[in-house]
């Protein structure tokens, strides 16, 4: 997981390319593109995670809060 909040406005290849990806894996699609050394160094500085593949995937209501699957019912 990369934050890249700070280089939006620097990539060269525009801000709509980042937010395409979002919240996604990019892996295969930055593989895809020829990007230089220093790119990947860089890439490499903005790392703050890692993702659990097998996690399930929660996404957010419309108020902004994620659901719970669980039962809350007491």
Same mark, same amino acid.
């Given at each position: 997981m990369l934050d890249v909040s700070q280089y939006i406005d620097e990539h060269p290849g525009g801000e709509n390319i980042i937010f395409k990806y979002a919240g996604r894996d990019c892996t295969e699609a930055f593989q895809k593109q020829d990007h230089s050394v220093y790119a990947k160094e860089l890439l490499a500085g903005?790392? %703050?995670? !890692?993702?659990? /593949? !097998?996690? /399930? %995937?929660?996404?957010p209501n419309d108020e902004g809060n994620v659901d719970n699957d669980e039962d809350e019912s007491d």
């Open positions: 903005l790392k %703050i995670g !890692e993702v659990d /593949p !097998e996690a /399930p %995937i929660k996404y």
